[in-house]
Every structure is written in C-alpha cells, then in structure tokens.
C-alpha cells in the first residue's frame, strides 16, 4: 500500500512548494520546513553528481590497449573533484601516514597496479589530486606507479610497491618511494627521505646510484679491516700470555699494541656507522626491470 509519501516529499510537501509557485505564502513553521526538505534535496543530488564524477571509465592508453588489474577487471580510478595538487612536504607527509608501502606484494594477487590504484584513490580521498602511470620496458612486463604535480617541484613519480616475502626490508617504510622515469633509462627507486632533494631528477638518481658503488667499495675495505683487526686482537693475547709484568719493554710493547687496537677499533667502528647509516638509505632491495623505459602513459 502507498502510504502517500513520493520521492523525498510527502503530499503536504508538494503542497507547499504548490503555494510557492502560486505565489501564496506560507506559515514561518511551514517555510522553515519546505527550506530543510529543499536543502536535503539538493545535498542528496549533489552528492549523487559528485559520486558519478569520482568514478572513472576502464583506463585506456594511447594505443588502445585497456590496463587491467590482476584479477582481469578493467583498472578504474577515484575523482575528488575538490582535489588539489600539494606541495612536496604535503605529500610526502601523506605517503609516511598512508601505509600502501607496508603491504605485501603477492604475484598473481596483489602486484604493482593494485598498490598504484590504492596511493591513487587514497590521495584522491584525501585531497590530493594524483594520476595513474603505466610504464613499458624494452623487454618483460610493465609496471604501474602514481603521479602528483606538486606545487613546488612539479611532477613527481611515486612508488608504493611493497616487498615480497623474499624481499620485504625490515624497515617497510623503504618501500615509500620516489619512482624515476626518463625514456631510454632503465626505471628507479629511492625512499622518500633520500630522493626528496631531487624528486623528479633522474640525474640525482644516478648520483646517489654512484655513491652506493663507492659505499660498496668501502664496505669491502671495512671486511679486510675488520680481519686486521682481529689479527692484532690475536697477537695481544699472545703478548699477554709471555707478559709476566717483570719487564718493562714487554708492558711498554703490550700497552702499545693495545692502544693501537683500541684506535683501529675507534675509526673503524665510526666509518662501519657512516657505511650502515647510508647505504640502509639507499638500499636497492627492488624488484626492477633493468632495460630501458619505452613508454610512460600518465593519466589523471
């Protein structure tokens, strides 16, 4: 049975707006109520218009081909009309509080275009306006990312992708990254902290790739350090051994070899710090695909 209600307005509602059309005036009881059912009215069709403007069609490239999430569905994204493009610090203040990058990556499940989806929507609900990357390479498949032009250093690539199993970092927060793109190039990472002094710079991603080289070679010479210093650990302990403290050039001896020791054991626990501390920053624990970029499509 109808209960005489239609739509949002029951039949005394219709009534009212009725009178206003006729131009008849109304109670101030009458008026307050017709204002109230009018403005809910309003919200629910504007939040009706702003829901159909935040969903998008199936993501297409330039050549046609439609990009699809693992489970074979059409990738789609989220809107917010209301989105503005942040500055540097905005956004990575979002991406430390977001957590995409704590989550697992899973072959056949959960890969790149799933974490690129969720940074993107998460932006977006956040008030930030992001855009979806698909890259291709020479050879292998393909990768996705996120985009956001910030307001300060222009656009700039991030990566959320997590660890596997095999390679999840102890630290998860290595995996909240600035992705760097340029044509020809093989793709790359580096964590926010480290790639915030040049986010959209390809050429700092390489110098800090030179640096990590260089760390390597210092960790190398650390190891043969490390061995020497063991070697004269070894060569006290023989000295303590023959020392019965009866002759002073053999305390003199031992107290030299000791103080030598301890000054090894200083620089070298100082650079092994510096050595640590760094390369843990620029860590390259990524699954990337070392050929070349070919293409990279960016659609917001």
């Not at 009534?15 to 109670?27: A, I």
């Not at 793109?181 to 790639?195: A, C, H, I, S």
Request: with cysteine.
């Amino acid at each position: 049975m109808q209960d005489g209600r239609c739509g949002f307005f029951p039949v005394s509602g219709l009534e009212d707006v009725l009178n206003v059309v006729r131009g008849r005036p109304l109670s101030r009881r009458s008026l307050a109520v017709f204002i109230r059912r009018l403005f809910f009215v309003f919200l629910v069709v504007g939040l009706g218009r702003l829901s159909e403007a935040e969903d998008s069609g199936p993501l297409v490239n330039a050549e046609g081909i439609t990009w699809c999430m693992t489970n074979g569905r059409p990738a789609t994204i989220h809107h917010n009309p209301a989105a503005h493009d942040p500055w540097l610090a905005e956004l990575i203040r979002f991406i430390k509080a977001d957590g995409t990058n704590r989550l697992r990556y899973v072959e056949g499940s959960f890969v790149c275009t799933e974490f690129a989806v969720r940074l993107h929507d998460n932006a977006e609900r956040a008030g930030l306006r992001a855009a979806i990357v698909f890259v291709t390479f020479a050879s292998g498949p393909g990768h996705a990312l996120t985009a956001f032009r910030t307001r300060d250093h222009g656009l700039v690539f991030v990566d959320c992708t997590g660890g596997t199993a095999q390679n999840q970092m102890a630290n998860p927060s290595a995996f909240a990254t600035f992705g760097y793109l340029e044509r020809g190039k093989p793709y790359g990472r580096l964590p926010l902290d480290v790639g915030a002094e040049g986010p959209n710079s390809y050429s700092y991603y390489q110098k800090i790739m030179e640096a990590r080289q260089g760390i390597d070679a210092w960790a190398q010479w650390l190891a043969g350090q490390r061995s020497a210093i063991e070697a004269d650990g070894r060569e006290i302990d023989q000295v303590r051994a023959q020392t019965d403290g009866s002759s002073p050039e053999q305390v003199a001896r031992l107290n030299a070899l000791i103080d030598r020791y301890n000054e090894q054991q200083r620089i070298f626990n100082e650079r092994i710090e510096l050595v640590n501390r760094f390369s843990a920053a620029v860590e390259e624990s990524y699954a990337l695909t070392p050929t070349p970029v070919t293409s990279i499509d960016i659609q917001w």
